[in-house]
């Protein structure tokens, strides 16, 4: 049995998008959907997890994702603590160690990146009863949130995923940004997700993620209504994978110009961190076509849902609350 459900479907934990009934994704939209009134609001805050404590637990660098995660769990009254663990001084403490102490301190709920992928199940079959982990990045395996964010931005430009051609472009091998968007789109019934890359950068299960593969970047964004750029993670690559940046961005590098053959109302995201002149030229990801920016800005909402759902509350709650 799937550690994130319990035995009535509901999540425990959120570690990936993978197998998600369509019902439980589109209830995260929903949920996420409600709370985004609040975020509008002068006074942002509900009490939905007023008294509970957070802590967020990055072994790997993070901007966007920690301080939505962190702003989310604020808005929704909860404690917050950040622990950034470089992992170069941890004195040998095990991670089952350091989660046995942060767990006596009376966590309710662990946020946890780690370069390691399945770090973040390791830590849900261990903390006790009651206490939610959520997976803010794990290697190469999963980034849920990540993903749930950028289904909610795509929904809210585009309605039904049942039509749409969704293109990602780039380092899919490396990305588990990718990996969650491919499972969150496909549970969602998106009408295509194809992922651009030359060969070197793709997976090698690529072929049973229920994509199409395409190495040429012209024919790949064809009429396609949401392109997404992925940043090339050289930190996970070894070896030569690539020629070069500038030949890399001949090729897969999405501009305004190679946007033409996309649906004239294509939308253009990344999750960041962005390389200008990489992966995505600047005029592109400054442009109208662009909502890169929204894509965080729906991070908050969307991990407020998650929280909230992991510990059983309502949206239904968080309507009531001002
Ligand atoms: C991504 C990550 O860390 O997986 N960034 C993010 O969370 N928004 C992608 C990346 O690092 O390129």
Redesign the pocket.
């Known amino acids: 049995m799937s550690v994130q459900l319990d035995e009535n479907g509901q999540l425990r934990h959120f570690l990936t998008t993978e197998g998600l009934d369509p019902a439980l994704l589109t209830r995260i939209l929903d949920t996420a959907e409600s709370f985004s009134g609040v975020i509008g609001k002068s006074v942002k805050k509900v009490p939905l997890l007023r008294g509970r404590t957070v802590i967020n637990l990055f072994f ?1 660098s ?1 901007t ?2 920690r301080t939505t995660f962190e702003l989310a769990a604020k808005r929704l009254s909860a404690d917050v603590l950040n622990v950034s663990v470089d992992t170069t001084t941890t004195k040998g403490e095990s991670l089952l160690d350091m989660l046995r102490n942060l767990q006596a301190m009376q966590a309710d709920m662990f946020v946890i ?1 780690h370069s390691q992928s399945g770090a973040a199940e390791y830590f849900a079959r261990h903390v006790d009863p009651g206490v939610a982990v959520l997976n803010a ?1 794990d290697g190469w395996h999963a ?1 849920p949130t ?1 993903a749930m964010l950028d289904a909610y931005t795509i929904r809210q430009h585009k309605g039904d995923f049942e039509q749409l051609r969704i293109a990602i472009v780039g380092d899919i091998a490396h ?3 990718a990996r969650s968007q491919i499972h969150a789109f496909n549970g969602l019934g998106a009408g295509e997700i194809r992922v651009v890359a030359p060969n070197t950068l793709l997976p090698g299960d690529i072929d049973s993620l229920g994509v199409q593969v395409y190495n040429d970047l012209g024919a790949g964004l064809r009429d396609a209504d949401v392109v997404i750029a ?2 090339l ?1 050289r930190e996970r690559m070894q070896g030569a994978l690539l020629p070069g940046e500038a030949e890399y961005f001949r090729h897969y590098g999405l501009s305004e110009a190679r946007l033409r053959s996309a649906h004239p109302q294509a939308i253009v995201m990344h ?3 962005i390389n200008r002149g990489v992966e995505i030229d600047s005029s592109l990801a400054d442009g109208p076509r662009s909502v890169i920016l929204e894509q965080v800005t729906n991070g908050i909402a969307v991990r407020m849902a998650v929280m909230s759902l992991v510990l059983g509350l309502q949206p239904e709650t968080a309507r009531e609350s001002t």
């Open positions: 790997e993070s966007r994702t990146r990045g980034h990540q990305s588990r940004v992925l940043r993670q999750p960041g961190p």
